[in-house]
């Protein structure tokens, strides 16, 4: 492959990446497991909230929908 054309590659990855990291679609994508309290969260208030904090708690788990 070319240069230009690694680079053209790069951009087009970079622009699906950014979309799909949006914290919208994280939140959608995703719910909080707490062991601790034995619940799963899924309201999007609660999870960005959880997502922003520097560290969770421990047996807190951010699991993945999909």
Avoid: W
Avoid at 7 to 28: F, K, Q, R, T, W
Avoid at 34 to 39: A, F, M, R
Avoid at 41 to 47: F, W
């Amino acid at each position: 492959m070319t240069p230009q054309a690694i680079e053209h590659e790069v951009e087009m990855l970079h622009g699906i990446l950014y979309m799909v990291e949006s914290p919208d679609n994280i939140v959608a994508a995703h719910e909080v497991i707490d062991i601790n309290k034995y619940k799963i969260t899924n309201s999007p208030q609660q999870l960005r909230s959880i997502i922003r904090q520097r560290e969770l708690k421990p047996f807190v788990f951010l699991n993945c929908k999909n």
